[in-house]
């Protein structure tokens, strides 16, 4: 039996793919190049996101689609944040474990992986248990992993750089990813807004005082907050 790739691929998964490339590139940029450019990486990978699904939604969907989408979600979305945040907390955190302490170099590495360990596990339960119990048509309980990790770079990209406000971020979001609060889709409208000021904060992420990923985490806070009770989607 054939896998038929070609014939059961569309372009929504091609661009799902892309998304899962950019992921996996930010990885490596994050512990060879630097936090910033991964978090520039892991926005471009959702606009990808969100781009495959415009797509789906006007050209039409495969059956493979929803579940690539959430194999790729959890390489651009819990594994990419949790190397990025690693990168840009690691030195800090070995700085303030002790020398004199035994073992203090392996305990430097557990505590620097241990926030991003608890951002990959939960990416994993949330994008499991939506795979398999939410419909498509469904509000999405807890807060999308891709809005997740959004908030985490774009607050770094704004400049809010201290691991004692990064780490205590990521574990609150990665609790929110499993949240009993629905959440509704953005409206097109909305999502191309948004794409906009993402395009600014990849691209000029210091410009205008960092207007673009200060714009671009104010408002995905407030889609985070205020969403479940004053949103409603098309």
């Known amino acids: 039996m054939s896998l038929q790739v070609r014939q059961r691929l569309g372009v929504a998964d091609v661009m799902t793919l892309l998304n899962a490339v950019l992921g996996v590139v930010a990885m490596v940029v994050a512990v060879t190049v630097g936090p910033v450019a991964a978090a520039q990486l892991i926005l471009l990978a959702a606009v990808a996101d969100g781009l495959d699904g415009i797509i789906a939604r006007s050209q039409g969907g495969t059956a493979v689609g929803p579940l690539l989408d959430s194999i790729a979600d959890i390489v651009s979305f819990g594994t990419a944040p949790a190397l990025f945040l690693w990168a840009a907390t690691e030195a800090v955190i070995a700085d303030a474990v002790p020398a004199s302490l035994p073992m203090?170099?392996?305990?430097?590495?557990?505590?620097?992986?241990?926030?991003?360990?608890?951002?990959?596990?939960?990416?994993?339960?949330?994008?499991?248990?939506?795979?398999?119990?939410?419909?498509?048509?469904?509000?999405?309980?807890?807060?999308?992993?891709?809005?997740?990790?959004?908030?985490?770079?774009?607050?770094?990209?704004?400049?809010?750089?201290?691991?004692?406000?990064?780490?205590?971020?990521?574990?609150?979001?990665?609790?929110?990813?499993?949240?009993?609060?629905?959440?509704?889709?953005?409206?097109?409208?909305?999502?191309?807004?948004?794409?906009?000021?993402?395009?600014?904060?990849?691209?000029?992420?210091?410009?205008?005082?960092?207007?673009?990923?200060?714009?671009?985490?104010?408002?995905?806070?407030?889609?985070?907050?205020?969403?479940?009770?004053?949103?409603?989607?098309?």
Not at 127 to 151: C, F, K, M, W
Not at 152 to 176: D, I, K, N, Q, R
Not at 219 to 226: G, I, P, Q, S, V
């Open 104 to 234: 203090s170099e392996g305990l430097a590495v557990l505590a620097a992986s241990a926030v991003p360990a608890v951002v990959v596990v939960f990416s994993l339960i949330r994008t499991a248990l939506y795979t398999v119990h939410v419909g498509e048509d469904e509000d999405r309980p807890g807060i999308q992993n891709t809005l997740a990790a959004s908030i985490l770079v774009a607050a770094y990209l704004a400049g809010l750089t201290a691991p004692a406000v990064l780490l205590p971020a990521a574990v609150v979001l990665s609790v929110l990813m499993v949240a009993p609060v629905p959440y509704p889709k953005l409206r097109a409208r909305d999502a191309l807004v948004m794409g906009v000021v993402q395009v600014g904060a990849i691209f000029l992420p210091a410009a205008f005082g960092r207007v673009f990923p200060r714009a671009l985490l104010l408002a995905a806070l407030a889609y985070m907050t205020l969403a479940p009770r004053y949103y409603w989607a098309e």
